[in-house]
């Protein structure tokens, strides 16, 4: 993970996440309860583009494997104080750690950071699928979009596919839409139990900490699914205030 300083101001950086498929050319959703969700394209070209929750600025870098390991380059002017790598050389990590922030891969630069200045929108802290992001950044993309999509039905019955489909499938139980479009009952103890199952250990914590965040709101189906989820042993100590 990485934060920076880029142009005299704060701006919170991490390294996404990336499948096993060709990594160029591609857009990468990552996410983890210290810095929360982050997009980042990676062009073919070894140039990329990272949009962080906090940033008012994409920030361009450059990109390179080497061996297991993925390594990036940021500006003179940046600063990792978690590292406390300074900007204008190479900082590397294994891909197997950049691996295990994945939350999804989609081919292109479908955010359109190439080149720009300014981030979309504010990303949210808490997970939202990518899709419903581009929902955001551009409403008239649901009506383009939503015939390309799977069905709900589909992203369901495919849950067992893959990691990353199981962890769509958790979402799409726990946010309960798709593009901005309620299709499935909400079910917060079987979003949490299958990121669990698919080893998704930070976005099930995350999520948790959100369910509990509702339940002391009042609502008692957040509360329901926190005593249901302790009976199994996902969640260690219920407390609802």
Known sequence: ?????????????????????????RTQQSYSPGHGMQIEYLAADGASWLWY????????????????????????????????????????????????TLVS??????????????????LPKKLLPIHQLQAIADPSIVEREQAKLPSCEQILADANKSRAAKISAALLYYHGMQMGKRCVT???????TMLN???DARNAASLVKDLSTKANSGNPKAANALKKLQKLGLVKEVRVE
């Open 197 to 199: 199952e698919a080893g």
């Open 1 to 25: 993970m990485r934060r920076l300083i880029f142009a005299a101001a704060l701006l919170l950086a991490a390294v996404t996440a990336v499948s096993a498929a060709p990594l160029g050319d």
């Open 105 to 122: 891969s989609a081919k292109g630069d479908i955010f359109g950071l190439t080149g720009r200045k300014k981030v979309p929108f504010d």
């Open 53 to 100: 929750p906090g940033n008012t600025k994409v920030l361009p870098g450059e990109w390179k494997t080497e061996g297991s390991d993925i390594c990036f380059r940021y500006g003179k002017n940046t600063y990792n104080p978690v590292t406390r790598h300074k900007g204008g050389g190479w900082e590397c990590s294994s891909l197997k750690n950049y691996n295990s």
């Open 186 to 192: 909400v079910d917060y103890v079987k979003a949490i």
